[in-house]
């Protein structure tokens, strides 16, 4: 196989990974978006568009991102990854979110077990045998380099993966139509391909600052109606 087909046949597998289409497990999950809707803080698009830059750049630019790359470089190296994944767990402070992000790795991971992705079940059995947590952006590294996606490529899929989550929970909880995730996702876009042209943070240098949506992650478990898992 040349190059160029190489490159096309990992573009091809970038596009099956992003798509909505993809039982990732991702529907499940809103980030703290329910219930600040329901306290009438992001109430329109207009919000929701402030809401869905501050997810990505002060939360997946500065930690997840990092999580990722790491895990997309260390493996596999199976206890370098699970440090890793340790370091996720003790910085990913609201229950909730800390529960989403390791559900959330446990249905990718699971998807990429039964496709055989290589390095997937070797991970997964780590985690059921309790020596990794299994967050979710730990488990994109792993499968998506397993895939034979390159990290750029990886860390595309990662990032419109956040993006189709918060604007698929927008849909559901009746915020926005189709057409308005579409555009927001349009005009979020220069700032994406400027963040994606920049290397990853660092684990050394991995933090995020979103006091909004934890607050909110962490009172949507006393919520009396919820439709989402955080």
């Given at each position: 196989m040349s190059e160029?087909?190489?490159?096309?046949?990992?573009?091809l597998a970038a596009l099956q990974?992003?798509?909505s289409f993809f039982p990732s497990g991702a529907v499940s999950f809103s980030l703290g978006l329910e219930t600040l809707h329901a306290d009438g803080i992001v109430a329109d698009a207009a919000s929701l568009e402030e809401f869905l830059a501050d997810q990505v750049m002060d939360r997946w630019a500065t930690a997840e991102r990092a999580f990722l790359a790491a895990a997309h470089e260390a493996c596999p190296d199976w206890p370098a990854v699970a440090e890793i994944d340790a370091l996720?767990?003790?910085?990913t402070l609201p229950r909730?979110?800390?529960?989403?992000?390791?559900?959330?790795?446990?249905a990718l991971l699971g998807v990429h077990a039964r496709m055989e992705t290589p390095?997937?079940?070797a991970y997964r059995a780590l985690i059921r045998a309790g020596e990794a947590h299994g967050h979710l952006a730990v488990v994109q590294g792993v499968v998506l380099k397993g895939s034979g996606l390159d990290l750029a490529r990886a860390e595309a899929v990662g990032l419109h993966g956040l993006c189709a989550t918060i604007l698929g929970a927008a849909l559901?909880?009746?915020l926005i139509g189709h057409l308005d995730g579409q555009i927001m996702l349009r005009g979020l876009r220069p700032r994406m391909a400027a963040l994606l042209a920049?290397?990853?943070?660092?684990?050394?240098?991995?933090?995020?600052?979103?006091p909004l949506a934890d607050v909110a992650a962490a009172r949507h478990e006393e919520a009396a109606v919820r439709l989402f898992s955080n």
């Open positions: 160029a087909q190489h490159g096309a046949v990992a573009d990974f992003g798509d996720q767990e003790a910085m909730e979110l800390r529960e989403g992000s390791r559900k959330g790795g446990a390095g997937a079940a559901r909880l009746g920049e290397p990853a943070p660092g684990l050394d240098e991995a933090r995020s600052y979103a």
